[in-house]
């Protein structure tokens, strides 16, 4: 048992100078990368909110100004107002579809 261990540690000492240098001139060359799928999920995720946020906010700017509208062109101010039902719409499309 401790023969075979040793000679693990021997072929590991012997393997490691070369995984090193493969290793540097990699990230020499700029061509070093790392997987990181917890990372890459969750900046999907947070991709996704900042695509809902901005929907809403477009929704927000309609009402407002379809409301200030309304006060000088009844029918103008009525279709921007129906017209804001778009991006709510599909923000809640996008919420519901991601199961939030």
Known sequence: ???S??????RLALVL?????RVLTLAE????TMATPTLSAQ???LERSVSRL???VVFAALIVAGAVLT???AVVGSIVMTLSLLPLAMAL???LGSGR
């Open 5 to 10: 261990e040793a000679v693990a540690l021997g």
């Open 54 to 56: 901005t929907l809403v």
């Open 1 to 3: 048992m401790v023969v």
């Open 43 to 45: 900046v999907r995720k």
């Open 93 to 95: 499309v996008s919420a």
């Open 17 to 21: 100078p070369q995984r090193a240098d």
């Open 29 to 32: 060359r700029g061509e070093l």
């Open 71 to 73: 006060a000088s062109s």
